[in-house]
């Protein structure tokens, strides 16, 4: 038999397969996959300049009978298991894999999207440059611009509660690695094609549940 020298097979590789074989088989009937959704040119070039990364198969966006008990339109975060749901009014609802807080950093209640920005920039809060003094150069030239450098990627969602922002987003990344993982200082992380894909389908004033 004539052996493929184009087949990757890294262990790293084969096990990402095995198991996207796996998922196929097991979610089949329940599942459904959510295509990406179509994006402009100026998307497609700044996120062609973004790192990409091979992440768990149960992190990409899916249809499924909505788990949550959530009225239709909620978007709700579970943060144990570091998914996103938003609920559609079929009895369905979308889920998408996410990066969390870590354990120091941990969010939880009830907010509404107060504000949705695409490539926006970014100002660290003051306690957040308390925490990592390094990044005070970027406070003091204003901020950081929207583009594939930015750690909010392609869109945010902003999280405010009584009319107030509480300096929590739903947003994109330049690090897809961290989908999955509790790393953040409490935002909640999604792929820069995923936070497009839920940014075009959750309206202003949506309420969001942080579990």
């Known amino acids: ?23 196929m088989f097991g979610l089949a009937g329940c599942y459904k996959s959510i295509p990406s959704p179509v994006v ?8 062609a300049l973004v790192p990409t990364a091979a992440i768990d198969p149960q992190y990409l966006p899916y249809e499924l009978d909505n788990p949550t008990g959530e009225s239709p339109g909620t978007v709700v975060i579970d943060t144990p298991h570091r998914f996103l749901y938003l609920v559609e009014a079929n ?4 889920r998408y894999g996410v990066g969390v807080g870590d354990e120091a950093f941990k969010w939880s209640g009830i907010a ?3 504000a949705k920005k695409e490539w926006p920039g970014w100002l ?7 925490r990592w003094p390094h990044l005070k150069p970027v406070v003091d030239a204003g901020g950081l611009k929207g583009g594939p450098d930015n750690p909010l990627g392609a869109r945010a969602l902003y999280l405010f ?25 409490g935002c909640i992380r999604m792929r820069n094609i995923d936070v497009i894909d839920l940014y075009q389908r959750v309206p202003l004033g949506a309420r969001v549940v942080v579990k």
């Open 112 to 114: 509404e999207v107060g």
């Open 40 to 47: 402009s040119s100026h998307d497609a070039e700044w996120m």
């Open 124 to 130: 660290p809060p003051a306690d957040m440059i308390a």
């Open 1 to 23: 038999m004539k052996f493929d020298s184009s087949l990757d097979l890294s262990p790293m590789r084969l096990a990402f397969r095995i198991a996207a074989v796996g998922l």
């Open 91 to 94: 009895g369905k609802a979308i």
């Open 161 to 185: 509660q009584d009319n107030k922002d509480t300096l929590y987003r739903i947003h994109g990344t330049n690090e897809p690695e961290s989908i999955g993982h509790a790393v953040s200082s």
